[in-house]
């Protein structure tokens, strides 16, 4: 019996590729591509096999032997890897780290059980081969014109699809599929949506278009099994259409043909934590490598997608009207809260506005972006606030639940019965979250049917889909709720929103705070008057005259976009600028900022700005402190090639404070 040497990248944090013996005969060697399970350390781990070779640098008494291939399953394809490779390096992460995280958990066990459980399975799932969809509705112009531009786009064309609120961009995709999965019968195409929330209406609609197709979905919310039988039927190519969040940007799609990410501005398209991607870019990178179309659906573009599209980068495609009969664009209106008081956190306008569509049997949402009673709890008497001991950060009332908690660390605590300085019983919440306007709701109209929908009433699995069918259903008078209720939905009866208290996001440090909230605020507005009935949107604020409020009202997204395009090029930055964000954690701040600071010095460049380190905003979350540095450059490669070697350099302080590096931060 003779050896090969197996390159194995596994998951570890720094570098990721180890070598490995396994017996086997000359030309029966494991392939690229192929899972194998190894020991690395005192465990098991499931690693990548990324090189087959025959020499290796590691001394023979210190070479260990793979334990076993996983030959039932199929490589992953060559193309795929050089997907995770790209992500690795641009994120300067290692292989490993970017590689094993993207595949199902139970690929990763040491037994393989699971995978021959769902091999089964798979092979047992009944063949469907017909790409023929069931009765298409006929589009209107704008919509025909773009369905076959995207389903006849051919070779790598990126796409941006502009389309206002309701114009009915899900009949585009579904149509551009049709031609895609007609065309070529064995085509894979990829549609990703921001949030797990919004996909079963799509994924209904998916599946009532191409009954004979296999459509599989992947999101966090799904079992390990199911999402290892979906995760398989993707890579052995019998799904045809996918259908996930982020994270199945990096599944294996051996035919992959077209690629669809709706509502692309979406912040939750970029992952916050550990391996800070953007599954958008990543997406087009992708397409760029498969030689494939990609369109970008929003009725507010990022600003990077956007200035692409100006550029003439993407192609873009409008759609400027809504597609149901009759449905207009709602009529926006400012309340002006200096002269029009509000009671409850409503003004009489707005309750008038309520009370209409209550007599009318038609729903009303209310859109406030903060959950909770209140956001802080204080004494009056004193001036104690309900900080949280953890965080720089108040500890939120939740009345209902009887609970104080810090939404940063989640430390809880019961309301507290009298002030812990001064002895007051008389505490009082201040401002208002979801929560305390539903109680107010309750009192001001008795007999209408209310409900809330944010993060903490739809804590337990499917309660959310519960709530939003129940809206569907008509059983809803007035919702009440956070961004979660603002995207995606098509609600047929709704006719009237109201924004409360948008103003906070006009006065933010963020320079991408007015980027937001015009896209939350154009979101949340389409959700009235979808289906032909008359709507209106009335917007509460103290500073109506405030240009962004504006841009609201006339729905001028393009007037709005191409204003900010000019702040950005004035105050250079992004996309006129390329930015990299270093992060360091300690339990003092001073130590965070003294690693910044020899970060800052380690590797002087003139490619590049280095900022100098500050604190980040909310400066401590559980008992941690965090500063950053900003790094910047006009140009890509030349902040690429800095950050390659500087990592480098990071490493080689081997200092014990906990960094990490963000490539296009989104938050700084
Ligand atoms: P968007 O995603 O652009 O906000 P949707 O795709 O949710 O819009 O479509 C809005 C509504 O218009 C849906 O109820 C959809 O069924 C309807 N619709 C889409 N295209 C057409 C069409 N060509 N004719 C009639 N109704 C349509
Ligand atoms: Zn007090
Ligand atoms: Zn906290």
Redesign the pocket.
């Known amino acids: 019996m003779s050896h090969c040497i197996l390159q194995i990248a596994l998951d570890t944090p720094l570098d990721s590729l180890f070598d490995y013996r396994w017996a086997c005969e000359p030309g029966s060697e494991p392939q690229v591509g192929q899972l194998a399970l190894v020991n690395f350390g005192r465990r098991e781990a499931v690693g990548l096999i990324v090189a087959v070779k025959h020499e290796t640098d590691v001394p023979a008494d210190k070479l260990k032997d793979a334990i076993a291939v996983r030959s039932q399953l199929s490589p992953l394809p060559e193309r795929w890897i050089a997907l995770a490779r790209f992500a690795a390096a641009y994120y300067h992460r290692p292989l490993g780290e970017v590689a094993l995280p993207g595949l199902p958990k139970n690929l990763r066990l040491s037994t393989t059980v699971a995978l021959d459980r769902a091999l089964k399975k798979l092979a047992k799932l009944p063949d469907a081969h017909d790409p023929m969809p069931t009765d298409m ?4 112009a704008a ?1 025909r014109q773009a369905a076959d531009a995207i389903g006849g786009a051919l070779g790598f064309s990126p796409m941006l699809l502009y ?1 206002v ?7 585009v995709y579904l149509q551009a599929c049709a031609q895609v999965l007609h065309r070529d019968d064995a085509a894979q195409i990829l549609i990703l949506v921001p949030e797990i929330n919004l996909t079963p209406q799509l994924e209904a609609n998916i599946r009532a278009r191409f009954p004979g197709v296999m459509l599989a979905t992947l999101h966090s919310s799904l079992s390990e099994g199911e999402r290892m039988l979906h995760w398989l039927a993707a890579h052995t190519g019998r799904a045809r259409i996918v259908l996930g969040t982020r994270l199945a940007i990096l599944s294996s799609l051996p035919n992959l043909k077209m690629i669809v990410i709706d509502e692309e501005h979406d912040p939750s398209y970029k992952q916050q934590e550990g391996l800070r991607y953007s599954a958008r870019d990543l997406a087009v990178w992708r397409a760029r490598q498969l030689d494939i179309p990609i369109v970008l659906g929003s ?1 507010t573009p990022s600003l990077e997608s956007w200035h692409h599209a100006q550029t003439g980068r993407y192609r873009r495609l409008e ?1 400027r009207e ?4 009759d449905a207009v664009l709602p009529r926006v209106k400012l309340i002006d809260m200096e002269r029009d008081k509000p009671k409850e956190g409503l003004t009489p306008t707005l309750m008038q506005a309520l009370r209409l569509r209550i007599e009318r049997g038609e729903q009303s949402l209310l859109f406030l972006n903060r959950r909770g009673y209140a956001p802080v709890l204080c004494c009056e008497a004193c001036g104690w606030i309900s900080n949280c001991t953890r965080c720089t950060a108040f500890m939120v009332l939740h009345r209902p639940e009887r609970r104080l908690r810090c939404h940063h660390c989640s430390l809880e605590t019961r309301i507290p019965h009298a002030c812990p300085t001064c002895g007051n019983v008389d505490l009082q919440p201040l401002g208002r979250g979801t929560q305390r306007v539903e109680e107010g709701l309750q009192a001001l109209f008795p007999q209408a049917r209310i409900l809330r929908i944010d993060a903490d009433s739809t804590r337990r699995k499917g309660s959310a889909q519960e709530a939003f069918d129940t809206v569907h259903r008509g059983d809803v008078d007035i919702l009440i709720g956070t961004q979660m209720v603002a995207k995606g939905h ?1 609600f047929k009866r709704l006719t009237l929103v109201g924004v409360l208290n948008p103003d906070t996001a006009l006065f933010s440090q963020d320079y991408r705070a007015s980027e937001r909230l015009f896209a939350q605020l154009m979101q949340v507005a ?1 959700r009235a008057g ?2 032909g009935l008359e709507s209106e949107v009335l917007i509460q604020s103290r500073y109506c005259q405030h240009p962004l409020y504006g841009a609201v009202m006339r729905h001028d997204y393009d007037r709005f976009a191409g204003s900010l395009l000019e702040e950005r090029h004035q105050a250079a930055l992004p996309p006129y600028m390329y930015q990299a964000l270093l992060r360091a954690e300690a339990p003092e701040l001073a130590t965070a900022i003294e690693f910044l600071e020899a970060a800052r010095d380690a590797m002087p460049s003139d490619a590049v700005v280095i900022n100098d380190p500050i604190p980040m905003t909310m400066t401590r979350v559980h008992n941690v402190d965090r500063a950053q540095l900003l790094v910047e450059s006009n140009s890509r490669p030349a902040l690429q090639a800095f950050l390659t070697e500087w990592v480098e350099a990071l490493r080689a302080l081997k200092s014990r404070v906990r960094w990490s590096l963000e490539v296009d931060p989104l938050d700084i």
């Open positions: 509705p006929v589009l209107n919509q389309g609120t309701g114009s009915g961009k899900t009949e009725a759609l809504r597609a149901v009969r098509d389409g979808r289906a």
